[in-house]
């Protein structure tokens, strides 16, 4: 398992060494808005790649909107440790909470579970020569990363997120 993760660090760092770093600041308070829930049913966020663009800087288009991958430990949060919750940087849908966060050792932010059920859509993924599972916003459809199952108890997942495809809301602003 791990040569498994070897070769998938490496494949994710050549994979982000190609890309273009981001650029700009975006405005997100029109994403906190989309993304809220009715009940228990979460919103669908369909958009042109032309207006995606228009919101998202270049890495988070790349990663999110072409399932790129951010270089390891080059991210704002795979060493975050604060409390609060971690959103799709695409439409703010509320992801995974700090609780479920660990240190994995990868460089990305890992978190053993999403915060419920269809937060995260699954996804088999057969490019870069391997079989793995990809996870998706369960909202807007964009890339976060993959899960693997190798993690720690209670579920033994392991969700690896790009810190692009997030962002984080501490505790005291949810």
């Not at 042109?48 to 890495?59: D, G, N, V």
């Not at 059920?117 to 870069?128: A, F, M, N, T, V």
């Not at 459809?141 to 962002?167: A, E, K, M, W």
């Amino acid at each position: 398992m791990r040569g498994i993760i070897f070769v998938w660090c490496i494949l994710s760092f050549a994979c982000g060494q190609s890309s273009q770093q981001a650029t700009g600041q975006i405005d997100r308070t029109a994403k906190k808005v989309s993304a809220s829930l009715v009940g228990d049913t979460i919103p669908q966020v369909e958009k042109s790649a032309k207006q995606w663009r228009s919101e998202l800087t270049e890495m988070e288009y790349y990663v999110l909107r072409e399932s790129g991958t951010e270089r390891a430990f080059t991210g704002d949060l795979w060493n975050n440790k604060k409390e609060g919750t971690y959103t799709c940087a695409g439409c703010g849908l509320a992801l995974f909470d700090s609780e479920t966060k660990f240190k994995s050792g990868t460089g990305w932010p890992s978190f053993y579970e999403p915060i419920g059920e269809g937060r995260i859509i699954e996804k088999e993924d057969i490019s870069h020569g391997m079989r793995r599972v990809e996870v998706l916003c369960g909202s807007c459809g964009g890339h976060q990363g993959h899960v693997f199952p190798d993690g720690p108890q209670p579920t033994g997942l392991r969700y690896c997120i790009n810190s692009v495809s997030l962002d984080f809301v501490p505790k005291n602003e949810n």
